[in-house]
């Protein structure tokens, strides 16, 4: 059985930063790929960023040089840099990963932002 265990989210003010965490535990063979979502009330789940297990990256385009997705692979563990974060980001952010061909997500952290 795989978790997820997500921490990180709150209330920030506009042009405020955040730094999510995902850390997953069980038996964990292989790491496929780990991202971030987010979902409104109301809307789709879409992806903020993703990390394969060879390297390679994808960002929402709204999100371009403001977030940043990083992964310790030896904590299995991967985080969510939020700079310069905009009303318009405060959603559930979720992460999803795929272990061993198999797709896991967490529970969701909330993300506030002030105006």
């Known amino acids: 059985q795989v978790q997820l265990v997500e921490s990180g989210g709150g209330l920030v003010q506009a042009g405020g930063s955040l730094r999510l965490s995902c850390a997953a535990s069980?038996?964990?063979?292989?790491?496929?790929?780990m991202a971030w979502y987010r979902q409104a009330p109301g809307k789709l789940r879409e992806l903020v960023a993703s990390m394969t297990s060879n390297g390679f990256i994808n960002y929402l385009d709204s999100v371009k040089g403001r977030f940043t997705i990083a992964r310790d692979n030896a904590k299995i563990t991967v985080y969510l840099q939020m700079n310069g974060l905009k009303v318009e980001d405060a959603d559930v952010y979720y992460c999803g990963a795929t272990i061993g061909g198999v797709d896991y997500w967490g529970q969701g952290t909330q993300v506030t932002v002030s105006s």
């Open positions: 069980g038996i964990i063979f292989r790491v496929d790929r």
